[in-house]
């Protein structure tokens, strides 16, 4: 591959000591959450789950179609550390303006066979059939029989083009292959990384974030890619955050009015919701169903422009899946299973905040800047609303 001098491909190794979390998370910040986050606070928290990003970054100015600038990437999150073993799954979407490929088969079997790909609008295609080839050189599906074999990658977008050069299909098969070879447990890396590079939410900068919680025995682990919103919806801890920032502009930089760009509200939200408590797709359905629980705590409401689709999975219940045989699996009761959906809610919640919190300002493609949250000011409005944590 050739890489010009602004060409910056970057792969991020969750659990690499070298990439760990750096960048500041909202409760760094004060911002107070309900619930017990896991110790990484992660979907990673998730014993098994894997998380790997490349992120693509390459030149400045004007559009030139195909050439850049380039704001852009691919994030993959993988349920289960080893050989082919599928997961019980299930999926949601709240308003359809959006694509996650592979969930009519998930609804069929209840079954997720592969890692969760998550993109922009238009490289779907791309990573998709990398995810084929992918599969298919390291043997990563069963075969039906000798040399048959089919496979039905989920991948889910988010649209990027007011900083990318969405329609140059910039995420190619190597971008593909090294999100995925390079997924890791440990820390998650947040913010304008991977397919959440090029993001945008409540017309502030937004991308990639996590969090988890504990639930007795149990785990709750999400990951979002945020691109959904406008400032003056923006609730942050139950405070109109957004509305009391509608005048405020960054140093040296257009802003005010709800961001002042024909752009505003125009996106979308993947949210990848991950369990080991032993439920069935269809409690993960459940799951999945309570993820805009945690969207509409910080103002979200599924607008029209907006793809809101979600899949949960479960760790749960190893060695389910076969060819042949009958499986005995375990269950969780439905009596039991209520503090896992308020887990999604409030995970679902913080990841939000969190991919806000880590994200920066960022100028892509004609110039265009999206201000990322400013910190100092979320902490001076919670405080005056007696809504700030002492850190």
């Known amino acids: 591959m050739r890489f010009s001098s602004l060409l910056l491909v970057a792969v991020s190794l969750a659990g690499s000591p070298l990439v760990a979390q750096e960048a500041p998370r909202a409760r760094d910040l004060g911002i107070p959450f309900p619930g017990d986050p896991g110790s990484l606070n992660a979907i990673t928290d998730v014993a098994g789950v894997r998380v790997g990003h490349t992120t693509i970054i390459e030149g400045e100015g004007a559009l030139v179609v195909g050439e850049g600038p380039v704001r852009t990437g691919v994030t993959a999150v993988i349920p289960r550390t080893g050989g082919y073993e599928p997961v019980f799954a299930g999926w949601y979407s709240l308003n359809g303006n959006g694509e996650m490929t592979g969930t009519t088969w998930v609804e069929e079997s209840g079954f997720l066979e592969g890692p969760v790909m998550i993109t922009n609008t238009h490289s779907v295609g791309n990573v998709h059939a990398a995810t ?3 599969s298919r050189d390291a043997e990563a599906n069963h075969p039906i029989a000798p040399g048959i074999w089919w496979s039905l990658p989920v991948v889910a977008e988010t649209w990027d083009g007011r900083l990318n050069d969405i329609n140059g299909f910039h995420v190619k098969k190597e971008h593909v292959f090294a999100a995925i070879e390079s997924a890791s447990s440990g820390p998650v890396t947040e913010g304008s990384v991977g397919g959440g590079t090029g993001m945008v939410c409540n017309s502030f900068k937004g991308g990639i974030g996590t969090s988890s919680r504990l639930v007795g025995d149990y785990t709750v682990g999400v990951l979002v890619q945020c691109n959904y919103g406008r400032r003056p919806e923006l609730l942050i801890a139950g405070v109109p955050v957004g509305q009391e920032l509608l005048d405020w502009t960054p140093a040296g930089g257009a802003g005010g009015s709800a961001g002042g760009s024909e752009f505003d509200g125009l996106g979308s939200i ?3 919701v991950a369990t080991d ?5 269809h409690q993960l359905k459940r799951l999945a169903r309570r993820a805009p629980i945690g969207i509409g705590r910080m103002g979200g409401y599924g607008s029209n422009s907006s793809g809101d689709i979600f899949i949960a999975f479960s760790t749960a219940n190893s060695g389910a899946w076969n060819r042949g045989d009958n499986s005995t699996v375990e269950m969780m009761s439905n009596d039991a299973i209520s503090p896992l959906l308020l887990a999604t809610a409030q995970a679902t919640e ?13 100028v892509g493609r004609d110039g265009n800047m999206v201000p990322g949250l400013p910190h100092d000011e979320v902490r001076r409005i919670l405080a005056a609303h007696n809504r700030l944590e002492s850190r």
């Open 132 to 134: 084929i080839e992918w």
């Open 270 to 272: 993947i949210v990848v």
């Open 277 to 281: 408590a032993p439920l069935l797709p």
């Open 350 to 362: 913080e990841a939000i905040t969190n991919a806000m919190v880590a994200a920066r300002t960022m």
